[in-house]
C-alpha cells in the first residue's frame, strides 16, 4: 500500500494507521517534501507497531530536525527526532518505523514473552546477544540479553538514493509507565543506565556501537547518538 503526499501532511487530531506491511508488500506513506516541516502534528500522531508499516520520508539534501510523530494507540505519543546536523548526498529516502509487542508474543527464546526481544526482533537481525553477554536473567535462563534492552524496535533506512548518508542526531521515546509500560519486569535495567544501540547486520552483533547514556525526559526517557 502506498499513500503519497507532496507538499505538507498536517495532522490537526485523530491518528494515522499503518497496516498490513511485509516484507514483499511494506505499506508506506510517502512524504514527497524533504522540509523538516513536511509532516507537522497538533495533536494525535502515526501509529506504525510493525516493522513494515513505514514512513517514507524524502529528506534528499536537507537538513535540520525531523520529527517522525509516532503514537501507539491512541494514549501514548512516542516522537522519534531526527536532527540532520550533516545533509547527505543524493536523491536519498530516509524510512522510519517502530513497533512493540506488549507481551503478546508467546515464549521463544527460553525467557518471558513480555520482556523477550528474540520473538519479535525486525527481519535483518539475527540475535539479541550483546557483545559481552549478561548470563545472569530472572526466572527462566535466557539465551540472550533482552532483559536488558527496552522493549520496542525503531527501524531506520537511508539506504535509497544516498551515495553518502547524513549525519543525524537522533532522539528516541518510549513508554516508561501504565500496563503498557516497555521498560517494567521482568526487565532488570535501571531506566537511566539505558543507551541506544544498533545492530550491525554485516557484523551480526549489537555490540560495535554504544550511544551515550540515556536522560529521563519525564514521559520517556531519551537517548541520542550519531
Request: glycine letters at 12%; aromatic letters at 12%; charged letters at 10%.
Amino acid at each position: 500500500m502506498l499513500f503519497s503526499q507532496g507538499e505538507q501532511f498536517v495532522i490537526k487530531s485523530g491518528y494515522v494507521v499503518l497496516a498490513n506491511g511485509s516484507a514483499a508488500k511494506p505499506t508506506y506513506l510517502v512524504i514527497h517534501n524533504g522540509a523538516t516541516n513536511a509532516i507537522t502534528r497538533t495533536a494525535g500522531g502515526i501509529i506504525s507497531e510493525a516493522e513494515y508499516n513505514m514512513i517514507w520520508w524524502d529528506i534528499g539534501t536537507n537538513a535540520g530536525t525531523y520529527t517522525v510523530p509516532f503514537q501507539y494507540s491512541t494514549t501514548n505519543y512516542l516522537p522519534l527526532t531526527f536532527n540532520v546536523a550533516t545533509a547527505g548526498v543524493g536523491s536519498g529516502t530516509v524510512k522510519f518505523s517502530t513497533y512493540s509487542d506488549h507481551g503478546s508474543v508467546a515464549n521463544c527464546n527460553g525467557g518471558t514473552g513480555i520482556a523477550d526481544n528474540y520473538c519479535y526482533k525486525p527481519s535483518d537481525v539475527t540475535n539479541m546477544n550483546a557483545l559481552n553477554p549478561i548470563t545472569v536473567y530472572p526466572g527462566t535462563a535466557s539465551t540472550d540479553d533482552s532483559y536488558y534492552a527496552v522493549d520496542r524496535f525503531w527501524i531506520l533506512d537511508a539506504n535509497t538514493g544516498y551515495t553518502t548518508k547524513p549525519n543525524p542526531e537522533i532522539t528516541f521515546s518510549y513508554i516508561n509507565a501504565g500496563i503498557s509500560s516497555e521498560i517494567a519486569a521482568p526487565n532488570v535495567f535501571t531506566e537511566t543506565s539505558l543507551i541506544a544501540q544498533r545492530f550491525n547486520s554485516g557484523l551480526g552483533t549489537w555490540g560495535d556501537w554504544f550511544g551515550p547514556s540515556g536522560t529521563d525526559a519525564g514521559t520517556g526517557t531519551a537517548s541520542t547518538g550519531p
